[in-house]
C-alpha cells in the first residue's frame, strides 16, 4: 500500500513570494490534515478535511494561508504572501477515518529567506 | 486550549535499559492516545496508540494509560541505540468538527551504547 505523498520536499523562498504544497493520501483514506512543525515543537495542525470538505480549520492563518481537497482526494495548501516564521515543515497526514491513526507524508521543508 | 505536556528532555538511558517517556493531558474527555516516534529531519512514524486504561504491549513497547490521572506513558525495554528519535504524544479529542489530535512537543531519547 503506498503511503501518503508529498512535493515538493524542499523549498527556499523570499520572504513575499507565494509557494504551494501538495498531498496525495492513502487511497480510500477520508480525512487529510496539514501540519505546521517547527524546529524543536510538536506538528500544529493547520487545517483539517473530511472528504472534500474543512471541518476544522481554526488555526490556519486565513489572510496567507489557503487549502484546498478538490474531489475528496489530493489537496494543496498555498501561502501568499510568505513570511519568515512561515519557515517550518510542513506535513500531511491522512486516517481513514477522524477517529484512526493518522499516517503522514515525508514533508516539505520550507525555508523563507 | 486543549493541551498535551511532554519533557522535552534530552532523556538519556544506556543501551538495553528500560526508557519511560511520559505524557499528560489537560481534557478529560479525550478517548485516544498515539505515541509516534520521530527521527531527526525525517516525519513522524506511528508507534503504538491505545484507548481503554491499562497496558498495551506490542513487542519491546508497552503504552500504559490512565485516564483518571490524565496520564499516558511509553516504556521501551531492551532500549537500542537505533531508538534514538523523538517521541511525540498525541491525543485524541472530539470536537464539534469530528475528532481533533493534539501533539506534544515531544520528548528527545538518547541510548548510549
Known amino acids: 500500500e503506498a503511503g501518503v505523498a508529498q512535493s515538493p520536499r524542499y523549498k527556499i523562498i523570499e520572504k513575499r513570494q507565494s509557494v504551494a504544497f501538495w498531498c496525495n493520501p492513502i487511497?480510500?483514506?477520508?480525512?487529510l490534515y496539514w501540519y505546521q512543525q517547527i524546529l524543536g515543537q510538536g506538528p500544529k495542525l493547520l487545517i483539517q478535511?473530511?472528504?472534500?470538505?474543512?471541518?476544522?480549520d481554526s488555526q490556519l492563518p486565513k489572510d496567507r494561508f489557503s487549502a484546498e481537497r478538490l474531489k475528496g482526494v489530493d489537496s494543496t495548501l498555498k501561502i501568499q504572501p510568505a513570511k519568515l516564521e512561515d519557515s517550518a515543515v510542513y506535513l500531511c497526514a491522512s486516517s481513514l477515518f477522524s477517529y484512526n491513526e493518522q499516517f503522514f507524508g515525508p514533508g516539505t521543508r520550507l525555508t523563507v529567506l | 486550549q486543549k493541551e498535551v505536556e511532554q519533557n522535552s528532555g534530552p532523556l538519556s538511558v544506556p543501551e538495553g535499559a528500560i526508557a519511560s517517556l511520559n505524557c499528560t493531558y489537560s481534557?478529560?474527555?479525550?478517548?485516544?492516545f498515539f505515541w509516534y516516534r520521530q527521527y531527526s529531519g525525517k516525519s513522524p512514524e506511528l508507534i503504538m496508540f491505545i484507548y481503554s486504561n491499562g497496558d498495551k504491549e506490542d513487542g519491546r513497547f508497552t503504552a500504559q494509560l490512565n485516564k483518571a490521572s490524565q496520564y499516558v506513558s511509553l516504556l521501551i525495554r531492551d532500549s537500542q541505540p537505533s531508538d534514538s528519535a523523538t517521541y511525540l504524544c498525541a491525543v485524541n479529542t472530539p470536537n464539534n468538527a469530528g475528532n481533533m489530535l493534539t501533539f506534544g512537543g515531544g520528548t528527545r531519547l538518547m541510548v548510549k551504547p
Open positions: 478535511f473530511q472528504n472534500n470538505g474543512v471541518v476544522d
Open positions: 481534557d478529560r474527555g479525550s478517548q485516544s
Open positions: 487511497s480510500g483514506h477520508a480525512t
